[in-house]
């Protein structure tokens, strides 16, 4: 199993960029599919996207494509968001998550098991 723990969260303006990043536990990380949700009060939670255990397929919602990046370093057991673009809409508590070599349901919240406590972004207009 795994264990993720997320940082890199903060206040920027919009148009800035920021990068998360989600340490995981665990000797068999590069077996994990790895992803990112996030969270506003009152609204369920939202994918934003996702990379294989090998890193070479990666998923991205509509609202972050062309935005956002996802990358791993399986020898560092870490996933990373890179944020470009920023807007005031991107402003949620994210959250890393890990389920082993899943390949569908990628987009859904229950079908993972592992999560970290999340991190604030929030991007002021």
């Known amino acids: 199993q795994v264990q993720p723990v997320e940082s890199g969260g903060g206040l920027v303006q919009a148009g800035g960029s920021l990068r998360l990043s989600c340490a995981a536990s665990g000797r068999t990380f590069s077996d994990y599919t790895m992803v990112w949700f996030r969270q506003t009060p009152g609204k369920e939670r939202e994918f934003v996207a996702a990379i294989s255990w090998s890193g070479s397929s990666t998923y991205y919602s509509d609202s972050v494509k062309g935005r956002f990046t996802i990358s791993r370093d399986n020898v560092k057991n870490t996933v990373y968001l890179q944020m470009n673009s920023l807007k005031p809409e991107d402003t949620a508590v994210y959250s890393c998550?890990?389920?082993?070599?899943?390949?569908?349901?990628?987009?859904?919240?229950?079908?993972?098991?592992?999560w970290g406590q999340g991190t604030q972004v929030t991007v002021s207009s």
């Open positions: 998550a890990a389920d082993y070599r899943r390949s569908s349901g990628l987009r859904v919240p229950a079908s993972y098991d592992y």
